[in-house]
């Protein structure tokens, strides 16, 4: 016992010195080391600079459980949202090929059970007030509402895609449609629904391919900003409509804005090339990129002073110019060649016509009439039709017309007559250009001109060569002036 109590102290101490000894150390440290070297791939590094859970696979979400699914093989890096979100099955009744809705309720129906539709919607005599498309997003077929008389609102906020057509027809009552989340729609034919006066649809639509809007109160129809390319654009009989404003690049069937209100401006700063034109009625047009249309371009009885259409170069059928009351100013001057005829006619403060000063070549007839004092086509070298020129003013100079500066005429299609004031000269062309005769003789109103092949040198289309021309009561020439400005609507 008496040693005890220098036996104890000194197994503490000894134990101390054991534990502190820089071997057990280094041993510490090497476990320490080999238990951190599980969670990463790299060197093993010091306890104090390993990052936790440093195998960055763990924080792929492809490396995580989701609702209940097995765990996805670590050698996949992509992130599929498709394996977290499953688009639930579409329903039998959602496929089917057509649905009809008579009422509300129907309506109700439907959209809780079917956020898409593969099919089609029928609204016919629909006899509530309000169609509202609810939970509806998606219409992969065509919506067709038609004869409702009911119907005062359309709206759908969360409807963003109708793959087909968009009809409506012959809705009296139809106030406003709200389809602010619309975004993807082919066709929009919109027609006889006398007092829509709003129409709110997405201005990032897409996709559309034709639009018709005609017979309604609208003040204004813009915002197709994404659209570029359509078949035909026809804005018609919207009596309160002052702006129609587009983004549309390519037109390739018809244009045709007219018989809206009296001051309607039309703007499409982006329009390149269009098959047909008609624009009527309005107060300016604005086509400053329009380098070609296929075939016709008419501008008849509207309100503008100016008209200046300077980048346009080709004309595929007939260009026409007529009944503009107000026109002092136009110009063509970049197009060299028209395929079908010109007419320029009862513009009556139009001066002169001397707004086509690279025009070379003319593949039908030339109409002008009215109160102008000169034309001038200092380019021009073939003229396939004939040519009528006919003004009120005295001072026209028709020898430009009459006498040709090589011996040969540019006018090929058979007779050229020229009438200025009470005087008027006509000759007679072969097809080579060489005249057969010539008169120079007072003006008669009952002298008449015409032509012999039916189509030939005419404005409807592209006129053929060699046409000759008969005499014809003038007074029919002017009421076929006015059914010429209408053909490009047959044509178009």
Known sequence: MKYSLFILPAIAAATAINFNN??????????????????????????????????????????????????????SDSLDPERFEKPSPISEFCKENDHFIENSGDMYNLQAQCDTILGNLHFKDYNDALIDFGKLRSVQGSIFIEN????????????????QTFSLRSLTSLVSIDLSSLKDVRVINWKVLPI??????????????????????????????????VDVFE????????????????????????????ETELEMPRLI???????????????????????????????????????LKTVGGTLGIIDNGNLKLANFNNVTDIQGGLMVANNTRLEKIDFFSKLRQIGGAIYFEGKFNDTDF????LVKGSAFVKTNSGSMDCSKWTTPKSGRSIVRGGKISCISGRRQKAQSVSQDGSVLSETDSEYDDTSEFGND????????????????????????????????????HYFS
Do not use: M
């Open 22 to 75: 820089p071997q057990r150390l280094e041993i510490r440290e090497k476990v320490a080391t080999d238990r951190f070297r599980i969670f990463s791939d790299d060197e093993p590094v010091l306890p104090h600079n390993v990052q936790p859970y440093g195998n960055t696979d763990v924080l792929k979400r492809d490396k995580v459980e989701a609702y209940g699914s097995s765990k996805r093989n670590d050698s």
């Open 148 to 163: 409702c008389s009911a119907l005062v609102k359309i709206e759908g906020h969360k409807l963003e895609r109708i793959r």
């Open 196 to 229: 829509l006066n709003e129409a709110l649809i997405s201005n990032e639509v897409n996709g559309l391919s034709s639009l018709t809007i005609s017979d309604t109160a609208l003040p204004i129809i813009e915002g197709f900003k994404n659209v570029e390319d």
């Open 235 to 262: 804005i018609n009989n919207n009596r309160y409509l002052e702006s129609v404003k587009a983004n549309i690049k390519h037109v390739r069937q018809k244009l045709s804005v007219h018989a809206n209100a009296r």
């Open 273 to 311: 090339s269009a098959e047909n034109i008609t624009v009527r009625d309005t107060s300016s047009v604005y086509f400053p990129k329009l380098e070609e249309v296929g075939s016709s371009l008419e501008f008849i009885q509207n309100h503008f002073t100016e008209l200046r259409i300077s980048s």
């Open 378 to 381: 200092p380019q021009l070298k």
């Open 453 to 488: 092949n039916a189509g030939s040198g005419s404005f409807a289309g592209k006129a053929q060569s060699g046409s000759t021309i008969k005499k014809t009561p003038s007074i029919l020439w002017i009421l076929t002036a006015s059914l010429i400005g209408a053909l490009g």
